[in-house]
T-cell receptor
Framework: GAVVSQHPSWVICKSGTSVKIECRSL??????MFWYRQFPKQSLMLMAT?????????EQGVEKDKFLINHASLTLSTLTVTSAHPEDSSFYIC??????????????FGPGTRLLVL | QQQVKQSPQSLIVQKGGISIINCAYE??????FPWYQQFPGKGPALLIA?????SEKKEGRFTISFNKSAKQFSLHIMDSQPGDSATYFC??????????FGIGTKLQVIP
């Protein structure tokens, strides 16, 4: 089945530093990947849609200069949290579509990255 | 605007019982309705999904019931087991449009 990985699984950083999170589709090519943010005991909030070879589409209220997304290849998308602050601490999850196995609608999620900003 | 309303937010079921989670949607353009299961500290995993052209879909102990006219769908977990304890999210989407998630239901199955 379609597998999505994320790295790192957790990261602790100091306030003001930048953190990069990688999302990889391991056994399929993903032209579209999605980045979500999830606070404790809450639902997933879509941050942005990452399109291979083009600029990401950000949801309303998400700062594109704060959350930089790069989708340079068909198997890799990265999310960089720039100048991280404690309020950026959250669980970040990526997902990808695999039209070949799941149809255009099915999203396969990565295991998530726990970010803690001190 | 919450386009997919999910209830209850928490549910406790005895082992062997039936767990039922309900969702309602507003956007009639939605044509794909997946359910995701999420364990603590993990990403969501696709459990089962349905399209509006069928009223029910069953996979093992998991069944989705779909009522198009009422714009409602539900997940039934038969013979619930402690290993089913997780958070369940209903969702809805249309084609390549983004997926809209429900608020989630934390299920606890007690022995």
């Amino acid at each position: 089945g379609a597998v999505v990985s994320q790295h790192p699984s957790w990261v602790i950083c100091k306030s003001g530093t930048s953190v990069k999170i990688e999302c990889r589709s391991l056994d399929f090519q993903a032209t579209t990947m999605f980045w979500y943010r999830q606070f404790p005991k809450q639902s997933l909030m879509l941050m942005a849609t990452s399109n291979e070879g083009s600029k990401a589409t950000y949801e309303q209220g998400v700062e594109k200069d704060k959350f930089l997304i790069n989708h340079a290849s068909l198997t890799l998308s990265t999310l960089t949290v720039t100048s991280a602050h404690p309020e950026d601490s959250s669980f970040y999850i990526c997902s990808a579509r695999d039209p070949a196995t799941g149809g255009v609608e099915t999203q396969y999620f990565g295991p998530g990255t726990r970010l803690l900003v001190l | 605007q919450q386009q997919v309303k999910q209830s209850p937010q928490s549910l406790i079921v005895q082992k062997g019982g039936i767990s039922i989670i309900n969702c309602a949607y507003e956007n009639t353009a939605f044509d794909y309705f997946p359910w995701y299961q999420q364990f603590p500290g993990k990403g969501p995993a696709l459990l089962i999904a349905i399209r509006p052209d069928v009223s029910e879909k069953k996979e093992g102990r998991f069944t989705i019931s779909f009522n198009k006219s009422a714009k409602q769908f539900s997940l039934h977990i038969m013979d619930s087991q402690p290993g089913d304890s997780a958070t369940y999210f209903c969702a809805a989407s249309s084609g390549y449009q983004k997926v809209t998630f429900g608020i989630g239901t934390k299920l606890q199955v007690i022995p």
